[in-house]
């Protein structure tokens, strides 16, 4: 009996010995596979210097196309782009023979960094806040710069972005970021950009039969009700921020009178409300974007729309209230039934037609914003021209974005965010042969080219 104990201990001990040694295996694999996978090319930020990038067709999208020039990149800008140009001494020379230089792409509606893996690791998932009113919460400080969807998007051309927080009615405050630098301080374009708001819309659908996933369908006049409720409950917050900060300014003339508590969230709303800062709406439905531009008409907001599937129809509205729509829905599928397949792949041509500012985004959290210029280009396959095409992720969302002046051409003062590519950017066959932000020079490596770098030559 005594033998029999001894002999089961032994082969207990001799089991638990190798799910140890199985364990510690998995977590060695593990760790080789982070270090592999740890997206660490990000701190590999390039390098600054002067560049002249000579013989190359320039497209400078705001003007005309240069057959054959040069551009000279000197303290992270364009010193100098034409078909005759003096190169300073010591620029370090690359050969744009058979080449095309392009500004960068910009990419004005996604989540990247603040969004790794969507689907089963929440805590690589910093898109939103509890709470229906977070107008305090900054996505710049949620960005993760060695996020791998930065690599992945900026090597196939997309140089800035425009990352927001989502969830709730106020959301938070979106930013601009180029897609280089180790930290949030260097990556940042405009911190603070825009107040994220997720307009109250009409929604009579209750989900899969009638309930599953969303309760019953409502009526068309109870949706209206609801939607109508959330926008009354909307302008009260508006309305509240500027009595806060009117009795603020009543007491920084007057410290006799009651001293305003200090409320955080109210207080971020400051820029938007006095109209210094822009109020980022997302709108999809023409009746919903009607209300929006009336909203802004009656807070007097800056505002833009994200998403826009039907703004071409309520062009009269956004021209009058001065709304920009930054368009997020080439790759979606039409909302009716009977809509023509073709519907929102002719949107920003329409909207081109209808005089309403706009530009092209993804709409992505990150893994698929650098489809961006095949975007533009199925726009450009249905009614939109292909120099419209380019200016709706270069030029336009620039202006957009408030950078007009900075991003979207190939204009001397500019910033430096510069692709070199073998071909139409707009192709899915052209190759990125170079890549300037900020003036540095970029290497052109992600987790895909290491990938295929990995498996290229196996048979």
């Not at 001990?13 to 080789?32: K, M, T």
């Not at 708001?197 to 109870?222: A, L």
């Amino acid at each position: 009996m005594k033998a029999k104990v001894v002999d089961r201990v032994a082969k207990m001990n001799s089991y638990f010995s190798a799910c140890l040694r199985f364990c510690g295996s998995i977590l060695l694999l593990g760790a080789a596979v982070f270090a592999q996978n740890d997206g660490s090319e990000q701190n590999q930020t390039g390098r600054a210097g002067t560049f002249a990038i000579v013989g190359a067709r320039i497209v400078t999208v705001s003007g005309a196309t240069i057959d054959s020039g040069t551009v000279v990149i000197q303290n992270g800008k364009i010193a100098a782009v034409g078909p005759n140009v003096t190169i300073p001494a010591g620029a370090e020379k690359i050969d744009g023979k058979g080449l095309s230089v392009f500004p960068g792409m910009i990419d004005a509606a996604t989540n990247v960094g603040l969004a790794e893996i969507g689907q089963g690791v929440n805590a690589s998932v910093d898109v939103s806040e509890t709470g229906s009113m977070n107008a305090n919460a900054k996505a710049i400080k949620g960005i993760n710069p060695h996020s791998s969807h930065v690599n992945v998007t900026r090597v196939n051309g997309i140089t800035t972005v425009m990352s927001y927080p989502t969830g709730g009615l106020i959301a938070g405050q979106a930013a601009v970021v180029n897609l280089n630098g180790s930290t949030q301080d260097e990556m940042a374009v405009i911190r603070e950009f825009g107040l994220v708001i997720n307009f109250p819309r009409i929604s009579t659908g209750g989900g899969f039969g009638g309930g599953f996933g969303g309760g019953p369908p409502v009526e068309f006049s109870e949706a209206v009700k609801r939607r109508d409720s959330q926008i009354d409950e909307l302008k009260k917050l508006f309305r509240s921020a500027e009595n806060y900060l009117r009795a603020k300014d009543a007491y920084a003339k007057d410290s006799t009178l009651p001293y305003p508590a200090f409320d955080i969230r109210l207080e971020a709303m400051a820029p938007f409300i006095r109209g210094e800062k822009p109020v980022i709406f997302t709108a999809e439905r023409e009746r919903d974007i009607r209300s929006v531009a009336k909203f802004v008409g009656e807070m007097k907001l800056k505002g833009i729309i994200v998403g826009g599937q039907e703004a071409w129809k309520a062009a009269d509205d956004l021209k009058k209230n001065n709304i920009a729509v930054v368009f997020t829905n080439i790759y979606n599928l039409p909302v009716r039934d009977d809509d023509a397949y073709d519907l929102l792949f002719e949107a920003p041509a329409k909207m081109q037609a209808a005089g309403i500012r706009y530009c092209i985004s993804t709409g992505e959290g990150g893994a698929e914003v650098r489809d961006l210029p095949y975007h533009a280009g199925l726009a450009s396959a249905y009614g939109l021209s292909k120099e419209d095409a380019l200016k709706a992720v270069t030029m336009y969302p620039a202006q957009i974005l408030g950078l007009g002046d900075k991003l979207g051409s190939i204009e001397v003062g500019k910033v430096a965010n510069i692709v070199v590519t073998d071909g139409d950017i707009l192709e899915p066959r052209t190759n990125i042969k170079q890549m300037f932000i900020a003036g540095r020079l970029i290497p052109l490596t992600s987790r895909h080219t290491r990938l295929f770098d990995s498996f290229k030559d196996r048979k």
